[in-house]
C-alpha cells in the first residue's frame, strides 16, 4: 500500500454529471471525469485491507457482494496512485476482458463492498478502473495483440453480447479460430442495442470490436442462428459451438385492452432508437417516438428507467413508472448489514432527469396494470393501474394483493413494458437440440457449461438468465476455459 494514511487524508471524488436540463438535449455519455493527478489520489483512498472483499464476488443475503470478475483491486488501486498506468492495465486485463465497458455500466459491487464505506464513503474504484482502460488506449498499451500460435481448432459463438465477447475473446487468445455470429447488423448485442447510447457510447463498443477482429476475430452479423442457418450445419462446420444469445425474450402484461395500438416492449423501443441514432442521428424517423406524448413504463429496473431518459430526450410530455414492489428504504435496514448489497432506494439519472424536467419523480410503488384504455380505432388513451399490498398466504409465503377500490387511470398514448424476460427464445435451443429449463433457460450439465447435446456449450444469461455486465463477461470466461479444456485436453486459461 504506498499510501496507508490516504483513506483518512483524501475524500471520495468522482466525474461530475453534466446537470440534468442540459444533457437531456442529447444522447451522448454526460460525465466528466477527474485530471490525472486528481484520480491517482483516489487510488491512494484504497486500504489494501486483509480481508478485501471488493474483489470477493461472494453470495450474501442472496445477492453478490464484490466483484464476481474477482479483479485485483486493491493492487491496481495502489498502481494508479503511484502513477503506473501500464501495469495498471495489466493487471486489470487478468480479470476483466472489457472495463471499457465495467467501468460505465456496472452498478460497482466492489464499491458496495468496500471496506472504507462501513465507516465513510469508499473508494472510487470504478471511475479508478475508467481511467486505467482509457489510459491504455491513449498511451498504446490496449492495442491488438493476436496469439502467436494458431490450435487449427474452430469455435462458432453464437451471439455477440458481453458474454459471447468473452468467450470468443479468451479462446481466440489461446490461438483457436473463433467465428461470432450476430443475428442483428451490428455486433455487440446487449451492449449495442440493449444499453442506451448516453449510458454506453456505441464508439466504445465498436472501438473494442475493431481490436478483436485485428487480433482475429470473425464477426458474422445479421445471421440468425436457428432460422438463417441451421445447428446442424454450424456442428458440421466448427469443433464446438458456444450458445451466448442472452435472456431476450421479453415477459408481456396480459391485461384486457393488451392489443391496443403504442403498447411496445422496452427492448425493441430501446434498440430502434439506438439503431436510428446510429444511423442517421434520429433523422429517418424510424423509432418510436415519445415526443409529445404521455408516457407509462411497465417496471422498475434499470431497463425501465432507461426507457424515462430516452422518452425524455425524445421530448414526451409526461412519464410514469410504475413498479409492483414497495419502496426500498432510503437507509440500510438492520436485517441488510454491510457487506451485502445494499438493498436501499436509487434515484438513477432517467429519474434525476424526470424530477429536473416534469417536477416529479415518475416512480409509482406497489402497483400493476388492470387494463389498457383504448379509443374505438383500437389506440391507447390510458392505463388503469391498482394498488398492491403484501399479505401472508396459508402457505407462509408473501404475495402481492390488489388493494380494492384503489383503481385509477393514467393518461397514456404510449407503453414501454420493460417487466424483465422470461429466459432465452426457443428456436435457437430448438436447431441444436438443447433441452431448457424450468425458467426458459439452457439447460447445462450440473456444475459446468455443456449442454446435453455434445460440442455444444452454453453461457451468459441464455445459461444464467437476466443479470449484469459483469456476470456475463464471468460466464464467458468460465465456458471458454470449459470448451478450451475439452478440445485440447486441458486449458491454458485462467478464469482470473
Same mark, same amino acid.
Given at each position: ?37 486528481? !484520480? ?65 455500466? &456496472?452498478? $460497482? ?9 462501513? *465507516? ?63 443475428? $442483428? ?14 449510458? *454506453? ?23 440468425? @442462428? ?18 451466448? &444469445? ?110 429536473? *424536467? ?10 400493476? @396494470? ?39 387511470? *393514467?393518461?397514456?398514448?404510449? @407503453? ?28 447445462? !450439465? ?19 438468465? !437476466? ?30
Amino acid at each position: 500500500m504506498g499510501k496507508p494514511t490516504g483513506f483518512m487524508e483524501y475524500a471520495r471524488q468522482t466525474s461530475k454529471a453534466e446537470p440534468p436540463k442540459a444533457r437531456v438535449k442529447h444522447f451522448n455519455e454526460f460525465h466528466l471525469h477527474l485530471p490525472e493527478k486528481e !484520480q491517482q489520489l483516489q487510488g491512494a483512498r484504497c486500504m489494501e485491507c486483509g480481508v478485501p472483499f471488493c474483489q470477493s464476488g461472494m453470495m450474501l443475503g442472496g445477492m453478490a457482494s464484490g466483484c464476481p470478475l474477482h479483479n485485483l483491486v486493491p493492487e491496481w488501486n495502489d498502481l494508479v496512485y503511484m502513477g503506473n498506468w501500464e501495469q495498471a492495465y495489466n493487471r486489470l486485463k487478468k480479470t476483466n476482458n472489457f472495463p471499457e465497458f465495467t467501468s460505465r455500466v &456496472c452498478p $460497482a459491487l466492489c464499491e458496495n463492498a468496500c471496506t472504507c464505506g462501513l *465507516l465513510g464513503e469508499p473508494v472510487a474504484t470504478k471511475e479508478n478502473e475508467y481511467a486505467i482502460i482509457e489510459h491504455a488506449y491513449e498511451r498504446g498499451y490496449a492495442k491488438a495483440c493476436p496469439p502467436r500460435v494458431r490450435t487449427g481448432k474452430t469455435v462458432a459463438v453464437i451471439g455477440s453480447g458481453p458474454a459471447g465477447l468473452a468467450a470468443a475473446d479468451q479462446l481466440n487468445k489461446r490461438g483457436h479460430s473463433v467465428t461470432v455470429f450476430e443475428r $442483428a447488423d451490428r455486433p455487440g448485442g446487449l451492449l449495442m442495442y440493449g444499453i442506451p447510447n448516453m449510458k *454506453l457510447e456505441k464508439r466504445i463498443v465498436e472501438r473494442k470490436i475493431r481490436i478483436m477482429e485485428e487480433e482475429g476475430v470473425t464477426f458474422m452479423t445479421g445471421i440468425n @442462428v436457428g432460422r438463417d442457418v441451421k445447428g446442424e450445419k454450424l456442428l458440421h462446420d466448427f469443433d464446438r459451438v458456444v450458445l451466448a &444469445c442472452g435472456a431476450t425474450n421479453p415477459r408481456d402484461i396480459k391485461a384486457p385492452g393488451r392489443e391496443a395500438e403504442g403498447i411496445h416492449f422496452a427492448v425493441d423501443f430501446l434498440a430502434a432508437n439506438t439503431k436510428s441514432l446510429l444511423e442517421s442521428g434520429l433523422s429517418d424517423c424510424n423509432y418510436v417516438n415519445a415526443k409529445g406524448k404521455d408516457v407509462v413504463i411497465i417496471g422498475g429496473g434499470d431497463t425501465g428507467n432507461d426507457c424515462v431518459a430516452t422518452c425524455i430526450r425524445h421530448g414526451c410530455k409526461s412519464v410514469t413508472q410504475i413498479e409492483m414492489m414497495p419502496k426500498a428504504p432510503d437507509c440500510r435496514a438492520e436485517n441488510n448489514p454491510w457487506p451485502q448489497w445494499p438493498r436501499v432506494c436509487k434515484t438513477d439519472y432517467g429519474q434525476e432527469e424526470a424530477i429536473a *424536467l416534469l417536477g416529479r419523480d415518475p416512480r409509482i410503488y406497489e402497483s400493476t @396494470v388492470k387494463e389498457f384504455m383504448k379509443d374505438k380505432d383500437g389506440k391507447l388513451t390510458g392505463v388503469k393501474i391498482v394498488k398492491l399490498c403484501q399479505e401472508k398466504e396459508e402457505s407462509g409465503r408473501m404475495a402481492m394483493k390488489e388493494v380494492p377500490g384503489s383503481e385509477q387511470v *393514467l393518461k397514456a398514448q404510449l @407503453v414501454l413494458i420493460a417487466a424483465g424476460f422470461l429466459g432465452s427464445e426457443n428456436y435457437v435451443a430448438e436447431s441444436f437440440g438443447a433441452a431448457l429449463d424450468a425458467r426458459g433457460n439452457i439447460k447445462t !450439465q450440473p456444475g459446468s457449461y455443456r449442454t446435453h447435446v455434445e460440442r455444444v456449450f452454453a453461457t451468459g444469461d441464455m445459461r444464467r438468465g !437476466q443479470s449484469l455486465v459483469v456476470w456475463a463477461i464471468r460466464e464467458g470466461r468460465e465456458a471458454a476455459r470449459a470448451v478450451d479444456e475439452s478440445l485440447m485436453g486441458y486449458t491454458g486459461l485462467g478464469v482470473q
